[in-house]
């Protein structure tokens, strides 16, 4: 079985545990057998693989996603990259020609599946079943139904011709209000969660079609200059040879405060305490205490990125204040490990200082580099690890600072896991003021 994961979302819903780049599908939230934790990602992805240990799996995402992704899943795993944000069926297009530069046949099935539902194992082996429909070419595009187990306006129906297991489409109705979505499933309407099966050519013919070409080159090349539409419109509502499955079993959007709780297992997380509370919940990633007294239906979040109090009912409508209040991401996976910003100044004088500490693993080492913008110190506060500077290397340890100029090159390998302090000065303080340069660490 071929699987594309689309790994998108802003992570505006639930600030401020999710951003730009550590969107909800990083979270880990869910609790496995051995009491670790556990994101969406790596939950979709074991699940996938227990299902079928040979499915090829292939995330599209965004470059800003890809460390969180190879230290969540390993190195091995298939990412098609976007070079910026296009919409669906760009980003779709973009995943199947990938497939196929990697040695898939255009005869070959793939199944696409968003990678934040909340599900349980039968929602995979249904993967398995659309997948089987869409090579029997019964049609040319199957999809998965969800059964709907409220009239939720929030989602887009599918009304099938029969209440059979596999039906032929009738038609699709938009985002409606709860009275007619109410409607739609009286006559046995089904929500669409974008899970879709096809043969690899027939979309690489509706690319070629729409954007003049299928190659996977030239879509990566010219990706910027597609055009911005979704897959629903470029593809399921121009096709009139549709069939839905129907799955009946737990499907649950996991996007705000208020549906994401339920599916954590413990009310609090971090250094917290939540006292006589109701239907609450209290995560705490600050290294303060966190007590949370008397609260009834509501979340309490506290994180480098800033602090939400809300009940939970009304957290639905956060998208619109964080867009306004989330700047730069305070916090950050990389292939190295992690940061946290800790601390942002600016002088009288518009000079600028940030400090961040940063985590890098045992075996893990920064890229050999420089800046023109700033200056930068480092101070060790934990392990052992080489400190590289203009071609020289020296041992560092707890309590060891290390000055780097403007202009200067520089890296550091971790032997243990080291943990840094590092205060960045400078007028203008910007991930993008870097130049790397190539450099092999000897073993």
């Known amino acids: 079985m071929n699987i594309i994961l689309l790994s998108g979302g802003s992570g505006t819903r639930l600030w401020p545990l999710s951003n730009e780049v550590r969107s909800k599908?990083?979270?880990?939230?869910?609790?496995?057998?051995?009491?670790?934790?556990?994101?969406?990602?790596?939950?979709?992805?074991?699940?996938?693989?227990?299902?079928?240990?040979?499915?090829?799996?292939?995330?599209?995402?965004s470059q800003n996603q890809v460390a969180s992704i190879h230290n969540q899943l390993g190195s091995d795993v298939k990412i098609s990259i976007e070079p910026c944000r296009r919409d669906t069926f760009p980003a779709i297009a973009l995943a199947t020609s990938f497939l196929v530069k990697n040695g898939v046949s255009e005869d070959d099935v793939v199944v696409v599946c968003p990678v934040d539902p909340y599900v349980n194992r039968d929602y995979f082996e249904c993967l398995k079943r659309l997948s089987d429909e869409a090579k029997s070419g019964a049609s040319k595009l199957t999809l998965m139904g969800i059964e709907p187990t409220f009239p939720s306006p929030k989602y887009g129906y599918i009304i099938p011709e029969t209440a059979e297991e596999v039906a032929t489409v009738r038609e699709f109705k938009e985002k409606p209000d709860t009275e007619t979505a109410r409607g739609y499933i009286r006559q046995g309407a089904l929500w669409n969660g974008g899970i879709f099966a096809y043969r690899l050519k027939y979309v690489l013919d509706i690319a070629k079609t729409r954007f003049h070409t299928d190659r996977y080159d030239e879509l990566f090349a010219h990706y910027g200059e597609l055009e911005k539409i979704s897959f629903d419109y470029a593809v399921v509502e121009r096709e009139s040879s549709i069939r839905v499955i129907r799955f009946h079993g737990e499907w649950k959007d996991l996007g705000t405060w208020n549906t994401l709780p339920d599916a954590m297992s413990d009310v609090t997380s971090g250094n917290s305490t939540a006292v006589e509370c109701e239907n609450t919940h209290v995560i705490n990633e600050l290294s303060i205490p966190l007590i949370a007294m008397g609260i009834r239906n509501a979340v309490v979040v506290a994180t480098p990125d800033g602090i939400l109090v809300a009940d939970k009912d009304t957290s639905s409508k956060l998208k619109g204040y964080a867009a306004e209040v989330a700047l730069r991401p305070m916090y950050e996976e990389r292939l190295w490990g992690?940061?946290?910003?800790?601390?942002?100044?600016?002088?009288?004088?518009?000079?600028?200082?940030?400090?961040?500490?940063?985590?890098?693993?045992?075996?893990?080492?920064?890229?050999?580099?420089?800046?023109?913008?700033?200056?930068?110190?480092?101070?060790?506060?934990?392990?052992?690890g080489e400190f590289l500077l203009n071609g020289e290397i020296r041992r560092v340890s707890r309590g060891d600072s290390m000055h780097i100029r403007e202009g200067e090159k520089h890296a550091i390998r971790a032997i243990t896991e080291l943990r840094i302090i590092e205060v960045q000065i400078g007028h203008e303080l910007v991930e993008e003021d870097i130049v790397r340069y190539p450099y092999t660490w000897a073993d």
């Open 338 to 384: 992690e940061y946290k910003v800790l601390d942002y100044q600016v002088d009288a004088n518009g000079e600028n200082s940030l400090t961040k500490e940063l985590i890098i693993h045992a075996g893990k080492h920064l890229s050999y580099q420089s800046h023109s913008s700033r200056s930068e110190i480092w101070t060790v506060a934990n392990g052992e």
């Open 25 to 61: 599908q990083f979270l880990k939230i869910f609790k496995a057998e051995d009491g670790t934790y556990e994101s969406m990602i790596q939950r979709m992805y074991r699940m996938i693989k227990d299902v079928d240990p040979q499915a090829t799996v292939t995330i599209a995402t």
